[in-house]
């Protein structure tokens, strides 16, 4: 499975940008898929995962961005997308797209409970 995250870019404070995660190759439409970031000095974080249950899909946030970001995915087009509104200076960072078969919310809120990782797409917000 082969991840390419994009959309990233400089914007103001409560500005929005949308972040896409283009999957190819061996891919599976049942995988969870998450998005992470690392802002500087930090360790890498999670951000949101969406995941399949019996047919329908379900979404994870992390607190910091519950609210104001919305994860989604079109298993059609095997795109995965981050709408990210209200955007503020500690938003800043890398943002990686993850995939993986673990469907455990525990699990896939952690860098561990994915198998692939996409390159990462920078995000600055400016204040």
């Known amino acids: 499975v082969q991840l390419q995250a994009s959309g990233g870019g400089l914007v103001q404070a409560g500005g929005s940008l949308r972040l896409s995660c283009a999957a190819s190759g061996r891919t599976a439409s049942s995988y969870t898929m998450g998005w992470f970031r690392q802002g500087p000095g930090k360790e890498r974080e999670f951000v949101a995962a969406?995941?399949?249950?019996?047919?329908?899909?379900?979404?994870s946030y992390s607190d910091t961005v519950k609210g104001r970001f919305t994860i989604s995915r079109d298993n059609a087009q095997n795109t995965m997308y981050l709408q990210m509104n209200s955007l503020k200076p500690e938003d800043t960072a890398v943002y990686y797209c993850?995939?993986?078969?673990?469907?455990?919310?525990?699990?896939?809120?952690?860098?561990?409970?994915?198998?692939?990782w996409g390159q990462g797409t920078q995000v600055t917000v400016s204040s």
């Open positions: 993850a995939a993986g078969p673990y469907g455990i919310t525990s699990v896939i809120r952690t860098n561990g409970g994915y198998d692939y």
């Open positions: 969406i995941r399949w249950t019996r047919g329908a899909s379900s979404t």
